[in-house]
């Protein structure tokens, strides 16, 4: 436990030193977010740090296309903007059948047109977010895709403790959301 412990504060001390040592200068503003799965004493706390890409170019005034355009489609995207989106979990967590263990991960999407799309975990740390490295990958699970009824104009990602049990992560931009349950492994 202890050196479970002693990685997660590496781990969270490393995302929150990463900006000073970026060479790249951040176009778009940073996010963490938390959420304890389960009961609140023995819950397992899921935590995501994630640059929050706007829907305008930062660097104009146009609105532009996310799925499909900024983010093509059957490619690996960094899920967010800047530094890659980093997934820092207490205990492993099982999506479906497959099982990501305790620690640090960097996660990335597979955005597909129609269904298929894919979240991926990678050992891969603190790099900037792109190009994305697959060599690295731990595992990838199916998204569920749906349109949502109000666009989106910022990339938001949701940690939620699902009705049913375990958790849900949630990716949201423009018209779409993309989601996937989970549980915590005992």
């Not at 389960?38 to 935590?47: D, I, K, L, P």
Request: glycine letters at 10%; charged letters at 20%.
């Amino acid at each position: 436990m202890k050196k479970l412990n002693t990685t997660l504060l590496i781990a969270t001390l490393f995302s929150a030193a990463l900006p000073l040592y970026a060479q790249r200068a951040r176009v778009s503003p940073h996010e963490t977010v938390s959420a304890v799965i389960g009961e609140r004493r023995s819950g397992c706390r899921v935590t995501i740090t994630y640059g929050r890409p706007y829907t305008k170019n930062p660097r104009g005034a146009e609105m532009r296309k996310i799925w499909g355009g900024l983010v093509p489609y059957d490619k690996a995207w960094r899920m967010g903007a800047d530094e890659a989106t980093l997934l820092v979990i207490q205990q492993p967590l099982v999506f479906g059948e497959t099982t990501v263990p305790a620690g640090a991960c960097t996660l990335y999407m597979i955005p597909a047109e129609g269904d298929g799309s894919k979240l991926a975990f990678s050992t891969a740390l603190g790099g900037w977010g792109i190009p994305v490295d697959e060599s690295h990958d731990l595992a990838r699970v199916e998204l569920k895709k749906e349109s949502l009824d109000k666009a989106v104009d910022q990339f938001t990602i949701a940690i939620e403790n699902n009705p049913a049990g375990g958790g849900v992560l949630k990716f949201m931009w423009e018209n779409t959301q993309y989601s996937v349950p989970f549980t915590v492994k005992k």
